[in-house]
Nanobody, 121 residues
């Protein structure tokens, strides 16, 4: 069972990036999926989550209105569209899967390997 995150890179402040997370080894179509991030020297923090059918989403206050999470169950993927990026968004971004949005915490059972997003000022 594997979650593979991709799409990170270097972008200037104000720019956009789209992260994607593909699952292999099993289907997560009945699971909530989400994104966390960890900046150097900081704890991993919640960014965004989406329920199994895309009908419910949740965002941290720091990204609300700038990031949008979506999923494609046919492709077993979840994406994070990031806009108006700020230097403080710089972090390693991880995708995760858990039975419900409420269980998408740092103790979630399934994790991707992370992709680095660097926002320059």
């Amino acid at each position: 069972v594997q979650l593979q995150a991709s799409g990170g890179g270097l972008v200037q402040a104000g720019g956009s990036l789209r992260l994607a997370c593909a699952a292999s080894g099993r289907t997560f179509n009945t699971y909530a999926k989400g994104w966390f991030r960890q900046a150097p020297g900081k704890e991993r923090e919640f960014v965004a989550a989406i329920n199994w059918n895309g009908g419910s989403t949740k965002y941290s206050d720091s990204v609300k209105g700038r990031f949008a999470i979506s999923r494609d169950n046919a492709k077993n993927t979840v994406s994070l569209q990031m806009s108006s990026l700020k230097p403080e968004d710089t972090a390693v971004y991880y995708c995760a899967a858990a039975p419900y949005i409420g269980t998408l915490t740092p103790e979630a059972p399934y994790w991707g390997q992370g992709t680095l997003v660097t926002v320059s000022s």
